[in-house]
């Protein structure tokens, strides 16, 4: 991934409110890397249309809110993040609601329902304490896991060194085994 001009990126964010030239050079360069972010943790196409759809509708309503001493990138990138987030949830809860009809009339699978139950639920589990970190620490492990990017990349998105970044991503990780083993 090229590097981001990240001052002309904010400059261009903060026209974007009020000019749709420029909202759509916005999107044309940040929707493949939305996407790919998206794309890779979902593994679904339809989903991930979908949930990359609401990350830029709320870009859009929410532009006039962007605050240009932080770099657009990491403004966006949290959208996207808990807009994922936001989406595991429903597509929780939607599971728990209907246990009982999936055992009823689930098929037959090699996954043992038991294994399937405790997987779902590390899984939940996961996505609560990603969620409780500190913002830049859930962002690095959105980027670094989800959209699969180098810490170099990251870096670039998010205006700070790799070496940052790999330190970061060494808190996050320390923070997340220590809530995981609660």
Known sequence: ?????????????????????????????????????????LKNVSAADDVVSEVFMKMSLNLHTYNDRYNFSTWLFTIATNTLINHFRKE???????????????APSSEQPEEKLLADERTANLLRAVDSLPERQRQIIALKYWAELSNVN?????????????????????????????
Not at 158 to 172: C, E
């Open 1 to 41: 991934m090229a590097k981001l001009d990240n001052d002309y990126y904010n400059r261009l964010a903060k026209l974007a409110a009020d000019d749709d030239t420029a909202f759509i050079e916005l999107y044309e360069k940040f929707f493949p890397l939305v996407y790919g972010m998206i794309f890779s943790r």
């Open 92 to 106: 929780n809860r939607r599971r728990e609601v209907s246990w009982d009809e999936f055992f009823e009339h689930a």
């Open 154 to 182: 990251i870096a670039d998105i998010l205006n700070i060194s790799a070496s940052n970044v790999g330190f970061i991503h060494f808190q996050a990780i320390k923070k997340l085994r220590e809530l995981l083993d609660k």
